[in-house]
């Protein structure tokens, strides 16, 4: 997990990138909870991410925003972060301008910077989404959400409701041309402090479907 330094909107910021392990690699960047409630790249659960990113081979990233570890800047509520976001995507596309395909993955407010992304770049073909704050914050902006993903969320969360999340994706299935996986792990609080096996069991059967040859999304 090599340590990067790429250039941000606000300076600089610090990001671990494994490169591909084949030409035209696919592109993948996972985007950590909320910066002042304690988010970091190195979160349990964007690590998790992370690692079955580099496993499948592709070109794979995790970064700090903006104020965090070594990243300069300060937190901007959701809109620097999402400038961010789009620097870091431009960073690895630079590294891998031959890339066959893009994800994005996030994990509570990354993930809601994460569909935010999804809206403004039209590469991303996949998302996976867990825990996003639906009951925090206005997802709206999905009108149309232009592609499939998978929405992962802890049946005990009380962080963020699992009501509101299946609401998000009962609005979402409404949607044509795209299919929304959803995926609600029993017992898991929103932190998955005892359930992170069996959320990332979710992640990669997703995965697996997703990346398989005869799979009908795309």
Not at 39 to 47: I, L, P
Not at 96 to 112: C, D, I, K, N, R
Not at 179 to 208: C, G, K, Q, S, W
Request: proline fraction near 8%; charged fraction near 20%; charge should be neutral.
């Amino acid at each position: 997990m090599p340590a990067v330094i790429f250039p941000g909107p606000e300076g600089r910021l610090e990001g671990r990138f494994q490169p591909g392990s084949r030409p035209r690699a696919p592109v993948a960047m996972i985007l950590h909870p909320h910066p002042q409630a304690g988010g970091t790249m190195n979160d349990r659960v964007t690590q998790a991410m992370y690692k079955t990113f580099v496993a499948r081979g592709f070109a794979t990233l995790r970064f700090n925003f903006r104020g965090v570890g070594r990243s300069q800047g300060s937190f901007d509520n959701g809109i620097g972060e999402l400038s961010d976001a789009a620097a870091a995507l431009d960073w690895v596309q630079s590294i891998h301008p031959e890339s066959s395909t893009t994800w994005v993955a996030g994990y509570s407010f990354g993930a809601l910077i994460a569909m935010q992304l999804l809206m403004r770049r039209p590469e991303i073909r996949g998302f996976i989404s867990v825990s996003p704050p639906a009951n925090m914050y206005d997802f709206s902006f999905l009108a149309p959400c232009p592609a499939s993903g998978i929405i992962v969320q802890g049946a005990a969360d009380t962080v963020v409701t699992p009501n509101s999340v299946q609401k998000l994706v009962d609005k979402l299935r409404t949607q044509k041309h795209i299919t929304i996986h959803h995926d609600e792990v029993p017992r898991a609080n929103h932190f998955y402090e005892n359930e992170l096996d069996e959320m990332m069991r979710a992640v990669d059967n997703y995965l697996d479907m997703r990346l398989s040859p005869d799979c009908p999304i795309r």
